[in-house]
């Protein structure tokens, strides 16, 4: 009974977050305002510690957030990682290569020196401030896909070094993690070459990864093999979450190997029948991020504590990041595009926090301002994308409108 009863719970809040979301969607594309910020912004406001918290029934919120939504969101990021995957062959990663590892290399270490030297200097010991630096460091790539994609952006040369980027600094911020939950605390014995050694374990998992996908994928998902309606869909699904599940499994973040799988398909003659199937599936899964921030016991200490921690994560992405790619894109514009992309946060600053929270590191009022900076810096990106497209397309209205005009003033002085 107990268990029917959870069941019910998760279907009506999948109904409930699902129509929230994309009723925020129609109201900000009426607004003009990017799509997925209305979709997250439906999830933080719906859910239970916020609005959601007075649609009580039969003694409690109707909506509740349990480990099962939760999963559901992490699976939307899986998937939208594996379309974005789609959008770039392996010759354009490896191309842009040295690009993206130097923009996502620094996009890690900038927010966790950065995070590391000022919260030790505002009171935090040195393992508290570890953890904190730890949960600036990862981009979560998702929102900024979306947006992209939203402006038909997603083959730019800024969205492409924004995708290579995001995955190193995905890479690298799992194997900080790595490093700084295994000291348990225990911060005066650092062995460099173990960190050396754990860095470069996980590096070569995801290159492993990333070959074998690109060997072994377009050989097993092929029109030769799978004739049945559905089949090769079914199959490219399987393959993605399977990727996924063997990132996880050996210490990376399960993104990454929905994006190996994506790149792999994005050169076969498979690849319009997948991105239209992944597309719809997108579309479901995507909504579930932010409903489970808690607005609660937020007081005046832990909305300014909020405040530095974003205001460091905004900082040190949009200059960590946009200085190198100015440098490897020769467009300044181009260039603090990347960082604005990589601002947003993800899951690994949320799995950061609770492990903090859950080892008795962190106390929860550090744990709700890494769950804000996490909010904040989501909201940020699409606003901040959106707005400097637009400023492009005005500019491009008023040339065009300018040499319309021309031929006209010529004839007149004529």
């Given amino acids: 009974m107990v268990a029917e009863t959870n069941f019910i719970e998760i279907i009506i809040g999948v109904g409930i977050l699902l129509f929230a979301a994309k009723l925020m969607a129609e109201i900000f594309l009426r607004l003009k305002l990017p799509i997925v910020l209305g979709e997250l912004l439906a999830g933080m406001i719906i859910g239970p510690f916020a609005l959601g918290s007075f649609l009580i029934f039969d003694g409690k919120p109707l909506l ?17 990682l594996f379309m974005a995957g789609l959008e770039m062959t392996p010759k354009e990663f490896f191309r842009g290569g040295k690009a993206s590892f130097t923009v996502g290399t620094l996009g890690v270490i900038v927010p966790f020196f950065a995070g590391l030297v000022v919260f030790q200097m505002f009171g935090f010991d040195v393992f508290q401030s570890l953890l904190i630096a730890t949960a600036l460091t990862a981009t979560s790539i998702a929102i900024s896909v979306q947006v992209l994609s939203e402006f038909g952006k997603i083959k730019s040369p800024e969205a492409r070094l924004i995708i290579g980027a995001a995955v190193v600094d995905d890479i690298l911020a799992i194997a900080i993690l790595s490093v700084v939950t295994s000291l348990g605390g225990d911060v005066t014995h650092v062995d460099v070459l173990d960190v050396t050694f754990t860095v470069l374990k996980i590096l070569g998992f995801f290159a492993v990864i990333l070959i074998v996908s690109i060997i072994v994928i377009p050989k097993i998902i092929t029109p030769r093999l799978w004739k049945a309606k559905g089949s090769v869909e079914g199959i490219a699904t399987a393959s993605f979450f399977g990727a996924a599940a063997l990132a996880g499994s050996i210490g990376l973040s399960p993104i990454v190997g929905a994006f190996a799988v994506g790149m792999a398909l994005s050169t076969t003659k498979v690849f319009e029948k ?141």
């Avoid at 480990?67 to 998937?79: C, D, N, P, Q, Y």
Wanted: hydrophobic share 50%; charged share 15%; aromatic share 6%.
């Fill in 274 to 414: 997948v991105e239209s199937f992944i597309g719809k599936i997108g579309i479901i899964f995507a909504p579930f991020s932010l409903a489970q921030v808690d607005f609660r016991g937020i007081d005046m200490e832990i909305l300014i504590l909020s405040g530095i921690i974003i205001v460091i994560a905004v900082v040190t992405k949009l200059f960590g990041c946009g200085l190198p790619a100015w440098a490897f894109l020769k467009s300044r514009t181009q260039g603090m595009r990347v960082g604005i992309g990589m601002i947003s946060r993800g899951e690994v600053g949320l799995i950061v926090a609770g492990v903090g929270l859950s080892a008795g590191v962190l106390t929860s009022g550090v744990y709700s301002t890494i769950v804000l900076m996490v909010a904040a810096t989501t909201i940020i990106t699409p606003i901040w994308l959106k707005m400097d497209y637009r400023r492009e397309f005005r500019g491009h209205k008023s040339d065009e409108n300018t040499s319309s005009h021309g031929p006209s003033a010529e004839i007149i002085k004529i």
């Fill in 64 to 80: 509740q957030i349990g480990s099962e939504i939760r999963v559901l969101g992490e699976i939307g990021a899986i998937v939208i």
